[in-house]
């Protein structure tokens, strides 16, 4: 059947809510950009302080803050996670103790500061303790994300130090997507802090 064919028998008031409705899809697209976009930049100066505190890359920090909840404060983990970082309260005690603000309640986590500070302290912490590795931050990242546990199970010979090793090794696809993601955002960010 031939284009024009198929139009005839398409009523012209179809037509028209059809291409209606792809207009109106469009337009929530690029207002769900648009929206997410300026989430994004929210929290530019914040991340770009907290990081200088706790001497990590801040283009890192907001990758992950991307990954984790899209830039959403209030975002919640299936397994309790909380905020922009998606910071666990185990975590979270760990720097409120650290900090002398110790018991933290967990409904400090979805203030943007403290959720923050909770959760760049505790990546500068994974990012110290991988430090004899070619790239810290790729042994950090699957810590942040699955645990130190599986990182030991899976950095064993030469993935105990060398990170591409050590990437193939991840024994969860969602891990080393995570990583990969992370890391793509990361070069993505940098410019937002020249």
């Known amino acids: 059947m031939s284009r024009r064919n198929c139009n005839r028998q398409v009523p012209a008031r179809a037509r028209w809510w059809l291409g209606g409705g792809l207009l109106l899809a469009a337009t929530l697209g690029a207002l769900g950009w648009w929206a997410e976009t300026r989430r994004a ?3 530019d100066g ?5 990081a200088l ?3 990590v890359d801040p283009a890192l920090v ?7 909840s899209h830039f959403r404060p209030h975002a919640r983990g299936a397994a309790g996670e909380l905020g922009l970082m998606q910071v666990t309260d185990a975590a979270a005690q ?7 603000v110790y018991p933290l309640p967990e409904t400090h986590l979805l203030n943007p500061v403290t959720n923050v500070l909770a959760g760049t302290w505790y990546l500068a912490k994974l990012l110290r303790r991988y430090a004899q590795t070619d790239r810290p931050e790729v042994f950090a990242l699957a810590d942040y994300n699955a645990g130190r546990g599986n990182v030991l199970k899976w ?8 990170s591409a090793t050590f990437h193939e090794a991840i024994g969860f696809a969602s891990t080393r997507a995570y990583v990969t993601a992370v890391l793509a955002h990361r070069e993505h960010y940098r410019r937002d802090f020249r």
């Open 62 to 68: 907001k990758a992950v803050i991307r990954r984790e």
């Open 94 to 100: 760990e720097w409120a103790e650290s900090a002398g």
């Open 53 to 55: 505190r706790y001497e």
């Open 46 to 50: 914040l991340i770009r302080s907290v």
């Open 41 to 43: 930049h929210r929290y």
């Open 155 to 162: 950095a064993r010979a030469a993935a105990a130090t060398n």
